[in-house]
C-alpha cells in the first residue's frame, strides 16, 4: 500500500495592517497551532475595499512592519502579492491567485468575528466559502451570530487590540509599546508615522 499523503495547510491572514499588531499575531498563532497549518501568511492589502480612510499608511511601510515583526517565526511569511498586483484588494481574488500557486495546499482564510457583519457586501462572497476554509476567531461579542454555513469557528485568548486605537494613542503623543510588536513601533518611530 502506498503511503498517505497529507495535503499542506496553508493559512491567509489579510487586511489593512495599519499597523501589525499583537492582536494580529496571535490570531495567526492561534490558528497556525489549533488547526495544524504549515504556515500563515500575511497580505497587507494594496486598496483596502471596506475602508473609508484616506490616510492609509503607504502599501510598503505596512509591508515591512509585517516583515520586520514576523522574522523570527518560521511558520509566518509576508506576501507582496496585492501590493504587486495593484488595485482594490478583493479576498476572491487573492484566493483565486493562491489556490493556483498552491494546487496541492488547502486554504485556510483567517478572519476576526468584527469581519462577519459586512460579509454580505464582500465581492462574490459565496465563491470565497467554496473555494477556501474560511475561519473566524470566535470573539466576546458574537456567542450568539448565526455563523455562515462551511465556517471553521476558531476558539482562543484572542487579544482585544485594534490599529485604530494604536493610531490614536500615536497622534496623541503616547506610546503604544506593548500593543505591537517591538519591530514595528521601532519601524514607527524611525518613520515618525500616525504622528502629527
Known amino acids: 500500500m502506498g503511503r498517505l499523503v497529507h495535503k499542506k495547510r496553508i493559512?491567509?491572514?489579510?487586511?489593512?495592517f495599519d499597523p501589525i499588531h499583537l492582536g494580529h499575531l496571535n490570531l495567526?498563532?492561534?490558528?497556525?497551532?489549533?488547526?495544524?497549518?504549515?504556515?500563515v501568511i500575511f497580505i497587507p492589502a494594496a486598496i483596502p475595499p471596506h475602508k473609508g480612510?484616506?490616510?492609509?499608511?503607504?502599501?510598503?511601510?505596512r509591508y515591512q512592519m509585517i516583515k520586520q515583526s514576523i522574522a523570527d517565526n518560521r511558520f509566518f511569511q509576508a506576501s507582496r502579492f496585492e501590493l504587486e498586483r495593484g488595485g482594490i484588494s478583493y479576498s476572491v481574488d487573492t484566493l483565486?491567485?493562491?489556490?493556483?500557486k498552491y494546487p496541492d495546499a488547502d486554504l485556510y482564510f483567517i478572519v476576526g468575528s468584527d469581519a462577519l457583519p459586512e460579509l454580505n457586501s464582500w465581492r462574490r462572497i459565496k465563491e470565497v466559502f467554496k473555494i477556501?476554509?474560511?475561519?473566524?476567531?470566535k470573539r466576546p461579542g458574537f456567542e450568539k451570530f448565526r455563523w455562515p454555513k462551511n465556517v471553521v469557528v476558531l476558539k482562543g485568548n484572542f487579544l482585544n487590540v485594534s490599529?485604530?486605537?494604536?493610531r490614536q494613542l500615536l497622534r496623541r503623543g503616547k506610546?503604544?509599546?506593548y500593543l505591537l510588536?517591538?519591530?514595528?513601533?521601532?519601524?514607527?518611530?524611525?518613520?515618525?508615522?500616525?504622528?502629527?
Open 11 to 16: 493559512g491567509i491572514l489579510g487586511g489593512t
Open 28 to 39: 495567526a498563532q492561534t490558528a497556525r497551532v489549533n488547526l495544524k497549518l504549515n504556515r
Open 53 to 61: 480612510r484616506q490616510d492609509i499608511t503607504p502599501a510598503e511601510a
Open 96 to 100: 483565486r491567485a493562491f489556490i493556483s
Open 132 to 137: 477556501c476554509k474560511f475561519v473566524v476567531a
Open 163 to 166: 490599529s485604530s486605537a494604536i
Open 175 to 177: 506610546a503604544p509599546r
Open 181 to 196: 510588536p517591538q519591530q514595528a513601533y521601532k519601524f514607527i518611530i524611525k518613520h515618525s508615522l500616525y504622528q502629527k
